[in-house]
């Protein structure tokens, strides 16, 4: 059986931590940077954790992560 292909996209996004969850980086952060404040932009430095919801999809995404 052949092995099965992560998805590329999300294997960008996401990476897997020690007790099985997903980081990943907050969104905002590309553009329109001035009207935004210094706390938040500075907030969405620090990488989060995906939420539960969301990881039954993670992990199909990414088989070997």
């Known amino acids: 059986m052949p092995k099965m292909k ?3 996209g999300a294997a960008k996004r996401f990476r897997k931590t020690a007790s099985g969850g997903f980081k990943c ?12 404040s210094t706390k ?5 430095r620090s990488p989060s ?6 990881l039954k999809s993670a992990n199909r ?5």
Do not use: F, G, V
């Open 40 to 44: 938040r932009k500075r907030q969405l």
């Open 25 to 36: 980086n907050a969104s905002h952060r590309r553009h329109i940077l001035t009207k935004k």
């Open 49 to 54: 954790m995906i939420h539960a919801s969301d």
């Open 6 to 8: 992560s998805n590329r």
């Open 61 to 65: 995404m990414l088989p070997y992560a």
